[in-house]
Nanobody
Framework: EVQLVESGGGLVQPGGSLRLSCAASGSTFSSYHMNWVRQAPGKGLEWVSD????????MYADSAKGRFTISRDNAKNTVYLQMNSLKPEDTAVYYC?????????WGQGTQVTVSS
């Protein structure tokens, strides 16, 4: 089993930046494909970005391309989401997700609020 703990959320002005972290424990982190998924108020889950187990292949939703960067440090069992040029529409709870075969784990989420 994998335990995931997100951190780094908060209140930021439009145009600002935040770096989210997701620390994993309990199993072999480097074998998991990692995702960032968000849920805006009153809306469903939206995939934001993912990265393969080795960290070589990042993928982004159109809404994140050019502004967000996903990365991982398998030595530290952590995945990151650097978010720049934040917009009010980025306001959401951001969740970290780990997947490997049938194994699928979620963190508790971290709130990101973009507002002036």
């Amino acid at each position: 089993e994998v335990q995931l703990v997100e951190s780094g959320g908060g209140l930021v002005q439009p145009g600002g930046s935040l770096r989210l972290s997701c620390a994993a424990s309990g199993s072999t982190f480097s074998s998991y494909h990692m995702n960032w998924v968000r849920q805006a108020p009153g809306k469903g889950l939206e995939w934001v970005s993912d990265i393969n187990s080795g960290g070589e292949i990042p993928m982004y939703a159109d809404s994140a391309k050019g502004r967000f960067t996903i990365s991982r440090d398998n030595a530290k069992n952590t995945v990151y989401l650097q978010m720049n040029s934040l917009k009010p529409e980025d306001t959401a709870v951001y969740y970290c997700n780990a997947r490997a075969g049938w194994r699928n784990y979620w963190g508790q989420g971290t709130q990101v609020t973009v507002s002036s």
